[in-house]
């Protein structure tokens, strides 16, 4: 039974800094962060690999102030956010899923946890 269990998030002024992590039981190719707003769709954030950890983000301005990361040992993926601006408010979700390729799109992201709240003000 696989499952993902995110903690971390929080309400932050603008400019502040949040650190997620989603504890992950039993192993997957690849787990990813994506953030949802109500009455928009899913988008993804990063996503990583295992066991070689290739990190991969939805796109560049996300790249300069989140980065993905991962503890073996506790089977946890982190996503540390700087600079956090109001447009970051969002659920965050991880999932994972054990196919070959690793990426930032929700389709074939088989595994969900709950998700928990960032709050940018």
């Known amino acids: 039974h696989v499952q993902l269990v995110e903690s971390g998030g929080g309400s932050v002024q603008a400019g502040g800094s949040l650190r997620l992590s989603c504890a992950v039981s039993?192993?997957?190719?690849?787990v990813a962060w994506f953030r949802q707003v109500p009455g928009k769709a899913r988008e993804g954030v990063a996503s990583i690999s295992s066991p070689v950890g290739t990190t991969y983000y939805r796109d560049d301005s996300l790249k300069g102030r989140f980065t993905i990361s991962r503890d073996s040992a506790k089977n946890t993926v982190y996503l540390e956010m700087y600079g956090l601006e109001p447009g970051d408010t969002a659920m965050y979700y991880c999932?994972?899923?054990?196919?070959?390729?690793?990426?930032?799109?929700?389709?074939?992201?088989?595994?969900w946890g709950q998700g928990t709240q960032v709050t940018v003000s």
């Open positions: 039993g192993y997957r190719h690849c």
């Open positions: 999932a994972a899923h054990s196919g070959v390729y690793c990426y930032t799109v929700p389709i074939g992201y088989t595994f």
